[in-house]
């Protein structure tokens, strides 16, 4: 497969995710399942969203070229970030959260550019 075939398949499977987090989301909710507000239904999908960024890379890693390679580890990492602190804001501080999952998503991606 080229390069270009696998940036495809990538944004096919991403947006089909993506979708169906958001489908996943108002079901449950609208459903009466659970008691989410929009700022956790948010970092739930941008979580969804960069978990399987980061993912796709980690699986894909020897087929992609260096550049493609870190730019879908700042498209994980970035979105993994914003949407953990996100769902995690009413437990405790939003800022606080951030900073934590930077630090571990920047240990993540040291060892994924190592590994």
């Given amino acids: 497969m080229q390069a270009a075939e696998y940036r495809s398949q990538y944004r096919e499977y991403a947006s089909i995710l993506v979708v169906l987090a958001i489908g996943t ?3 449950l909710a609208f459903g009466g399942f659970i008691n989410i507000g929009l700022p ?3 970092g739930i999908i941008l979580s969804t969203f960069g978990v399987y960024t980061l993912a796709y890379v980690t699986v894909r890693r020897s087929k992609l070229t260096r550049s493609d390679r870190n730019l879908h580890l700042v498209w994980g990492y970035v979105p993994s970030a914003l949407g953990i602190a996100l769902a995690a804001s009413p437990f405790v501080s939003f800022l606080f ?3 934590m999952a930077l630090i571990g ?3 993540l991606a040291f060892a994924i550019v190592r590994w």
Avoid: C, M
């Fill in 25 to 27: 989301l108002g079901a």
């Fill in 40 to 42: 956790q239904a948010i």
């Fill in 105 to 107: 998503l920047s240990i």
């Fill in 97 to 99: 959260a951030l900073s």
